[in-house]
């Protein structure tokens, strides 16, 4: 499955994102946020041939490592809310892994905060 | 051309740092330099989405009523920074205008705060973004952005006509500088850590 036949990142421009989506709707974006990181589950060798060359090459691109949801829209062009569809239903077939941002609950947590203050500082004097 | 893009080992999140995402949004009028301070501290180079709007502030089971709609689609520019061995920081640049309700949902939920960048030329363009920042919750700093021979006003009066609070902080700065940049972001989150004492 190179995905070498056919499918340009120009497409979505010429097809509609309700046909690339299968015409599913926006899963919760709770789950599948801005920065939520996203990965290919282990094994995916035994790919099955249904998934559609957008979901292809959305697992593709997830092979190598976490990207977030928005890196992910950024590198295929695709639409963000099309990416999230394509992604969530990757999840509900065991395809990919996500790991949520941190709850919200725990943002205001000063130990976060200092961690990005000290890693700015660390960084740029 | 392949089918996914091909990217570089160094374009994936460290490993590690997947552990903590966090996200600070660089809000401002258009033009203001949103892409260029991200580009200056972004370890990445910055990337582009879009969000179909029409499409994506509407309930699931009317996406067929949408096809044969125009839809409006925005773009936001991000970049991306890992802090440590287990936290990495998104950068959202966020276009101010307010009809793009739901996009600034979708970047405000969850973002530690955000940095307000301000054209001293154009202190009026700039109101409408700082009204939405409130209207989310998000605590900010203002970043004016000063470009070699802008005089720049004092900051007494800066504030007075940007209406802000007195423990709101202001810094100067040069977008395309990454220390510059590095600076005001960093001045951001020592006052979002004063916020939670």
Redesign the interface.
């Known amino acids: 499955m190179t995905g070498h036949d056919g499918w340009q990142p120009e497409a979505p421009e010429l097809v509609r994102p309700y046909v690339i989506t299968k015409g599913r709707g926006l899963p919760d974006e709770d789950d599948l946020s801005l920065i939520t990181l996203v990965t290919a589950s282990d094994g995916q060798q035994q790919r099955p041939a249904r998934l559609s060359p957008e979901e292809q090459s959305l697992l593709d691109l997830c092979a190598a490592g976490y990207l977030s949801v928005a890196e992910i829209a950024g590198h295929t062009h695709f639409p963000l809310g099309v990416v999230r569809i394509l992604l969530a239903s990757l999840m509900e077939g065991g395809h990919l892994t996500t790991r949520p941002p941190v709850a919200r609950a725990r943002l205001a947590d000063r130990e976060i905060l200092e961690e990005v203050l000290n890693g700015l500082r660390a960084k740029f004097g | 051309?392949?089918?996914?893009?091909s990217?570089d080992?160094r374009?994936?999140?460290r490993?590690g740092a997947?552990?903590?995402?966090?996200?600070i949004l660089v809000v401002g009028h258009f033009a203001v330099g949103k892409t260029t301070l991200i580009g200056s501290?972004s370890e990445?180079e910055p990337?582009?989405?879009?969000?179909?709007m029409t499409?994506?502030a509407e309930p699931?089971?009317d996406?067929?009523g949408v096809?044969g709609k125009t839809t409006t689609?925005v773009a936001m520019d991000?970049g991306?920074?890992t802090?440590?061995d287990?936290?990495?920081?998104?950068l959202?640049g966020t276009p101010g205008q307010q009809r793009f309700v739901q996009m600034w949902e979708?970047?405000a939920?969850?973002a530690?705060g955000a940095l307000v960048l301000v054209d001293p030329e154009r202190l009026a363009d700039s109101f409408p973004v700082i009204d939405l920042i409130e209207h989310y919750g998000l605590d900010y700093a203002i970043a004016v952005n000063h470009f070699d021979g802008t005089p720049l006003r004092d900051e007494r009066a800066l504030r007075e006509a940007l209406d802000l609070l007195d423990d709101t902080p202001v810094v100067t700065c040069d977008a395309r500088d990454?220390?510059s940049s590095?600076?005001a972001?960093?001045t951001l989150?020592?006052y979002?850590?004063d916020?939670?004492r």
């Open positions: 051309m392949g089918s996914a893009p990217l080992e374009d994936y999140v490993e997947t552990q903590t995402a966090v996200k501290i990445i990337l582009s989405t879009e969000e179909t499409q994506a699931v089971d996406l067929k096809q689609t991000f991306r920074l802090i440590s287990r936290v990495v920081l998104y959202f979708d970047m939920r969850g530690l990454e220390k590095a600076a972001l960093t989150v020592r979002l850590l916020r939670t």
